[in-house]
């Protein structure tokens, strides 16, 4: 599986893969966060990973992930070195999330599901 990441992300970001859930980061300049995720469909990735919490609560990016059937992975952090991390720390929850939720907040300490049903009504 492959998850593709934000250009928000260090380049190293990419080692901290592995067989179970690869990280293909997004280096070809600035794109919309919806565009991104039609990308990542095209590419036959499972999912896109993006810095920060807010990304969870935009109606366009909820509708075209569901439209293309993508994992929305947000960290809690808005820093690079702190969202790389948590991502790598956090691979199999993410791997184990694929198909299962709509999209995962990922934590310093853990992971927690999101379903488009919570945002919309303003549970987030």
């Keep these: 599986m492959r998850l593709l990441l934000d250009q928000a992300f260090p ?3 990419v080692g901290s893969g592995d067989q179970s859930l690869e990280f293909e980061r997004w280096n070809q300049g600035s794109i919309s966060d919806v565009a991104l995720i039609i990308h990542a469909s095209q590419l036959g ?6 810095l920060g919490p807010s990304v969870v609560v935009r109606p366009d990016v909820a509708a075209a ?3 293309y ?3 929305i992975v947000a960290t ?3 820093d690079p070195s702190d969202g790389q991390r948590d991502i790598a720390a956090h ?4 791997a184990g999330a694929v198909g299962t939720a709509d999209a995962l907040l990922v934590l310093s300490n853990g992971t927690r599901v999101i379903r ?4 919309r009504g303003g549970r987030y």
């Design 11 to 13: 380049a190293s970001a």
């Design 45 to 50: 990735c499972v999912g896109v990973a993006f």
């Design 65 to 67: 992930a569901a439209q």
């Design 69 to 71: 059937r993508i994992l």
């Design 76 to 78: 809690s952090s808005d």
């Design 91 to 94: 691979k199999k929850a993410i």
């Design 116 to 119: 488009w049903e919570e945002v």
